[in-house]
């Protein structure tokens, strides 16, 4: 692996069905700029060969409106598949090429997507919880689905991991700002660190 390639810092984020995890992880990478973080969605590789084998419009299984709903359970049961061969498989494709000293990984879901990231890179992975109530999420347009809320893709997350940080993104919670501000500083901390090595 080039030296290029290793960041200094992989923030990996999960969270349920629209707590807010691209909405948090955009607002980072917007405070950060492009050139420090980059976001790297697990589930980016996998939409894309599923679009493809199922001629489906990418760009709305990317997006956060009702199509890709409509696809979920298959997507995730076609992804299973992949990921019983080999659990790392989406990682490794998500992570391909990333350039960036921060990286921002915005949709963990299993234990083997955190375990990935902390076997490859112990010393720069950080874990980040993105929460919410139910009713936040309902008004976001989740509306339980037996199969998925209650499957290892939206629960495998619930127990085993100590997260570094849980992020509360509601109205009434403190700004994302605040909460925010100490994965920033870290980000920021790793992004000039990465800057002065370069310079040497
Ligand atoms: N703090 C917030 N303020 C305003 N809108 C928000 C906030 N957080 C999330 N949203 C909106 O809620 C919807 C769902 O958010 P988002 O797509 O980020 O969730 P998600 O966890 O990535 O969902 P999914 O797992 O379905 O991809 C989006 O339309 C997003 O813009
Ligand atoms: C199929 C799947 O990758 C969909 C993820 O979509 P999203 O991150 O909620 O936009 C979920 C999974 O891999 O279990």
């Known amino acids: 692996m080039e030296a290029t390639e290793v960041p200094e810092l992989i923030l990996v984020f999960s969270g349920k069905r629209k707590s807010g995890k691209d909405y948090v992880t955009d607002w980072i990478q917007r405070r950060l700029g492009s050139e420090v973080c980059c976001i790297l969605r697990l589930s980016g590789p996998l939409k894309q060969q599923y679009a493809q084998e199922h001629s489906l419009e990418l760009d709305q299984l990317l997006g956060s409106g009702p199509y890709k709903e409509r696809y979920r359970a298959d997507m995730i049961h076609w992804g299973e598949t992949r990921r019983r061969q080999d659990p790392g498989f989406f990682c490794r494709l998500a992570t391909r ?25 112990p010393q720069q992975t950080r874990s980040v919880r993105v929460q919410c109530s139910e009713e936040t999420r309902t008004q ?11 499957a290892e893709s939206e629960c495998g997350l619930d127990s085993g991991v100590q997260f570094d940080w849980i992020i509360t993104n509601e109205a009434d919670a403190p700004s994302l700002d605040e909460q925010l501000q100490p994965i920033l500083k870290l980000a920021e901390e790793a992004a000039s660190s990465s800057s002065s090595i370069n310079r040497r």
């Open 97 to 121: 090429g990333a350039r960036q000293p921060v990286w921002v990984v915005s949709d963990a879901r299993r234990l083997s997507d955190i375990q990935w990231f902390v076997s490859k890179f």
């Open 140 to 150: 976001r347009g989740w509306s339980f689905t037996a199969g998925v809320d209650d």
